[in-house]
């Protein structure tokens, strides 16, 4: 992995991979990877279907076992540090007659997967509605979920992805199916969350455009490789050549930034940036 920033130490970062390697049906779905992320930085992941994103999130979520290499979270081993790990899922389309209203679907992250007693009475209630009040879903707390927008939902996900109060928050193309304007909303509500509350957020999606306003970092993945670093430190024309394996341009076309891979390879739009 080209990991463009200094080396951190473990006493000053959330999220600690180090030569991570997984192996699926005989293909290196990620090989090497070496990443530390700090408490409150917000960190876009971009790359090619198949680049292992998806499968990022499962070790970073301990729901996979590395082939090779350690995975801490706030300087323990992942799969013992689960809690602190929130997670907002790539897609959620309730029925429109689904009798939930909007703070139940928030509540639960505190207690949706538990067995026996949950956190009770006022604590609970308090603690869903500031998580409502931290997303500004307060206004539409007694609604029912499947008359909501699709904004609106993403909202209540990233609430109920922080009640519990964990380190990290993993997005997996939360403005997917989102207009233009909910998409900006929910970017900046996730970016907030990130520096005012110190949460690290890692954000999953092939449009680098609503996040390049808030995003710290950018993490590029391709053929089991990544580089991690700013946007104008990985998306050039030698770094994604070298991440790729062939020839690759960067363009700049009115404000965005095209990553061009020539005639048989994949072309992604991966945002816009100063200058």
């Not at 109060?165 to 909910?182: F, Q, W, Y």
Request: aromatic fraction near 4%; proline fraction near 4%.
């Amino acid at each position: 992995m080209r990991n463009l920033d200094p080396v951190r130490t473990h006493e000053d970062s959330v999220l600690d991979l180090q030569g991570v390697a997984v192996h699926l049906g005989g293909r290196a779905v990620l090989h090497g990877i070496d990443l530390s992320l700090r408490p409150g930085e917000f960190v876009g992941v971009i790359g090619p279907n198949g680049a292992g994103k998806t499968t990022l999130l499962k070790i970073i979520l301990g729901l996979l076992r590395p082939d090779e290499g350690t995975v801490q979270v706030a300087g323990r081993d992942v799969r013992a540090a689960r809690s602190l790990v929130g997670y907002v899922p790539q897609s959620f389309a309730p029925d429109p007659d689904l009798p939930l209203r909007a703070r139940d679907l928030v509540a639960l992250g505190l207690d949706g997967a538990r067995w026996g007693f949950s956190l009770g009475g006022a604590r609970r209630r308090a603690k869903v509605e500031e998580a409502l009040s931290w997303v500004d879903a307060l206004h539409y707390a007694d609604q029912p979920v499947g008359r909501l927008s699709g904004g609106e939902l993403q909202r209540l996900l990233v609430a109920q992805a922080l009640i519990s109060d964990p380190r990290i928050v993993l997005l997996d193309e939360p403005l997917a199916n989102l207009d233009l304007r909910s998409q900006g909303d929910v970017v900046a509500l996730v970016g907030r969350v990130a520096h005012v509350r110190g949460v690290t957020v890692v954000l999953v999606t092939h449009d680098m455009n609503p996040l390049l306003s808030v995003m710290d970092r950018i993490l590029y993945l391709a053929r089991g490789q990544a580089a991690l670093g700013t946007v104008d430190e990985v998306v050039r024309g030698d770094v994604l050549t070298q991440l790729y394996g062939h020839h690759v341009d960067v363009v700049r076309v009115h404000g965005r930034i095209l990553v061009v891979g020539g005639a048989d390879a994949e072309s992604l739009t991966c945002g816009t940036c100063d200058g």
